[in-house]
C-alpha cells in the first residue's frame, strides 16, 4: 500500500516557465512534509519542507503547498531552469522527522527544454 | 555543512558473500538510515538507528542488519548477498530532537551483486 503517491513519472517544462510537481498521500498521521531532489549518481539534496500547522513555505524559487483536507502537497519551482532538470521526491514522516524514517514516493523525472 | 560519507561509490560482489556497506556523519546526529533506491520504486527504509547500539528495522529489512558501534558510524551488513540485492544503497542522517529538520544524504554505493 502506497502511503506517498506522486502519480507523473515525468514532466517536461520550458526554461522559464513555471514547473509543478505533485504529491498525494493515504496516511492522515504525517505531520512533515519534504522534497528531496536527485542527480543520477548522487545522493537525494533536500530542497524544502513544511509541517502540517503550515500551508506555504517559499525559499527563493521553491515553493511548497500543503492542502491537508484534500492531503495533497505541491512543489512550484519559478522561473525554471536547465539546472532544474532532475528527479523530484516526495517524502512524508510522521513524527516530525525526528524519530522514524520516510516515506518517499517513486519520484518525477522533471525536463526543462530549452 | 553535513557531510555524511559513504566509503565506497561503486562495488561489486558474489551472492553468498558478507558485504559491508559503511557510512560516517560528521554533524553529532542521534539517526542514521539506511534506503535502498530502485528503479520506479522510490527510496525504501531498510533500518535506522536513533542512538549508539540501538536499531528498528525499516519496510525492507529482510536479508540485512546493522551495526552501529559508535555515534558517527552506521554499517549495512548484507548477511549473504543475493542477485536482488543489487541497487542503490543510500545512508542519511538527522536530528532525534530537533522536530522538522530533513535528513542528509550520502552520495550512495552502486552495488552490484554477480
Known amino acids: 500500500d502506497q502511503q506517498v503517491k506522486q502519480n507523473s513519472p515525468s514532466l517536461s517544462v520550458q526554461e522559464g516557465r513555471i514547473s509543478i510537481l505533485n504529491c498525494d498521500y493515504t496516511n492522515s498521521m504525517f505531520d512533515y512534509f519534504l522534497w528531496y531532489k536527485k542527480y543520477p549518481a548522487e545522493g537525494p539534496t533536500f530542497l524544502i519542507s513544511?509541517?502540517?500547522?503550515?500551508d506555504k513555505n517559499e525559499d527563493g524559487r521553491f515553493t511548497v503547498f500543503l492542502n491537508k483536507s484534500a492531503k495533497h502537497l505541491s512543489l512550484h519551482i519559478v522561473p525554471s531552469q536547465p539546472g532544474d532538470s532532475a528527479v523530484y521526491f516526495c517524502a512524508a514522516s510522521e513524527t516530525g522527522g525526528g524519530a522514524d524514517g520516510l516515506t518517499f514516493g517513486k519520484g518525477t523525472h522533471l525536463i526543462i527544454q530549452p | 555543512d553535513v557531510k555524511v560519507t559513504q566509503s565506497s561509490r561503486y562495488l561489486v560482489k558474489r551472492t553468498g558473500e558478507k558485504v559491508f556497506l559503511e557510512c560516517v556523519q560528521d554533524m553529532d546526529h542521534e539517526n542514521m538510515f539506511w534506503y535502498r533506491q530502485d528503479p520506479g520504486l522510490g527510496l525504501r527504509l531498510i533500518y535506522f538507528s536513533y542512538d549508539v547500539k540501538m536499531k528498528e528495522k525499516g519496510d525492507i529489512p529482510e536479508g540485512y542488519s546493522v551495526s552501529r558501534e559508535k555515534k558517527e558510524r552506521f554499517s549495512l551488513i548484507l548477511e549473504s548477498a543475493s542477485t536482488n540485492q543489487t541497487s542503490m544503497y543510500l545512508c542519511?542522517?538527522?536530528?532525534?530532537?530537533?522536530?522538522?529538520?530533513?535528513?542528509?544524504f550520502g552520495d550512495g554505493t552502486r552495488l552490484s551483486i554477480l
Open positions: 542519511a542522517s538527522s536530528f532525534r530532537d530537533r522536530l522538522y529538520q530533513p535528513q542528509h
Open positions: 513544511i509541517s502540517s500547522i503550515k
